[in-house]
């Protein structure tokens, strides 16, 4: 009694651990205001560098704009814990 379970404390650590994807938006926000919200490379990098390795992996332009609003591109990153 009073022991903690063996591996207990341990599923954070593996799922920080695990690859993660970032999808996101990249556009002028003084052309629409979100949702969704631009999300650019150098706040992607500000935001997880310290803990993750921030790899863009894809992107594509949106066809027809966001929202058909105005021009975006499409951007998929992994980050992958350091």
């Known amino acids: 009694m009073g022991e903690e379970p063996v591996g207990a404390g341990e599923p ?8 993660q994807f970032l999808i ?16 650019l490379a150098e706040a992607a990098h ?5 803990r993750n390795d921030v790899t863009r992996i894809a992107g594509k332009d949106v066809a027809g704009g966001l929202k058909r609003k105005c021009a975006a591109a499409e951007i998929a990153r992994v ?4």
């Open 12 to 19: 954070l650590t593996a799922i920080e651990a695990a690859p």
């Open 79 to 82: 980050l992958l814990s350091v």
């Open 46 to 50: 500000r935001q997880y560098d310290e």
């Open 24 to 39: 996101c938006f990249d556009y002028d926000q003084a052309c629409m205001c979100g949702p969704p919200f631009s999300l």
